[in-house]
């Protein structure tokens, strides 16, 4: 009811890349929503059907089902079984009909190239709209990312990341960037948690400088400049998932 088996359609590692089962698993099942075309509330088969269709144990699955959980792709409604999450974002499937796939490297790329769009969109609004509040709320973001790339804590340093790219859009004052900048992190989370197993490369130091630019162009109410450091640090970015995808595949 799901067609064509997984092995079937090209997922194979390259041969030497290490991933987990699960997370594998949790790629499949992506794919298989997608290729049925199963929609937000749609229920989906139970652990024990996937785990046959994808010939794994139930225990894989049921890893990779808390992963897709996680992320807000699956909901698991005890004593009712799985269903396809009611993912209500801008950018969520409910509107794109499953379209943004976390392991499709062209899905990837073209995220990239939206936000690049819409980031350098806000940071050039910013530069003229940010209050004084909302440019201490950009610098202390990008010190609190600059602190846990020092200390090595991931976590920190991912939640200064966020909150200094939601800071700079919230300083656009624009509310649908706002709304795209949250979004379109939160299918980039995607592509790191499944497709490419965690945190990125080694671009946390570059980031933080970008950061940096970023924030002293935006204070000196410079937009052009501001728009540039932004479109730095996402190419700078976007280059280093190039980096990770090829050290993965060639080793």
């Known amino acids: 009811m799901l067609g ?3 092995q079937e359609r090209g997922s194979a590692q390259p041969e030497g890349a290490y991933r987990p089962g699960y997370e594998v698993v949790a790629e499949r099942i992506l794919h298989l929503i997608a290729e049925v075309g199963l929609r937000p509330g749609d229920r989906m088969p139970t652990e024990n059907e996937l785990a046959a269709r994808l010939g794994t144990s139930r225990t894989v699955v049921r890893e990779a089902i808390k992963i897709l959980s996680a992320i807000g792709r699956v ?6 079984g799985l269903y396809v999450a009611d993912d209500e974002g801008m950018l969520g499937s409910a509107r794109w009909g499953g379209f943004f796939l976390p392991t499709d490297l062209d899905h990837i ?4 190239e939206f936000r690049r769009v819409q980031e350098t ?22 010190e609190t990312c600059r602190q846990g790339h020092v200390t090595g804590e991931i976590a920190l340093f991912e939640r200064g990341d966020d909150d200094f790219h939601l800071g700079v859009a919230t300083a656009s004052h624009n509310p649908f960037l706002v709304a795209a900048v949250r979004e379109a992190r939160r299918l980039q989370r995607q592509s790191s948690t499944i497709g490419l197993h965690g945190t990125v490369g080694g671009h946390a130091e570059g980031a933080v400088a970008e950061h940096a630019a970023i924030y002293r162009a935006i204070r000196d109410g410079d937009p052009d400049a501001a728009a540039n450091a932004a479109a730095v640090h996402l190419d700078n970015t976007l280059a280093d998932y190039r980096r990770e995808i090829r050290r993965r595949v060639f080793g």
Do not use: D
């Not at 790329?109 to 990239?112: N, S």
């Open 75 to 80: 909901r698991a409604q005890k004593g009712r």
């Open 121 to 142: 969109a806000a940071s050039r609004l910013a530069a003229t709209r940010a209050t004084p509040p909302e440019l201490r709320a950009i610098e202390t973001a990008a």
């Open 109 to 112: 790329y073209t995220l990239f």
């Open 4 to 6: 064509a088996p997984a």
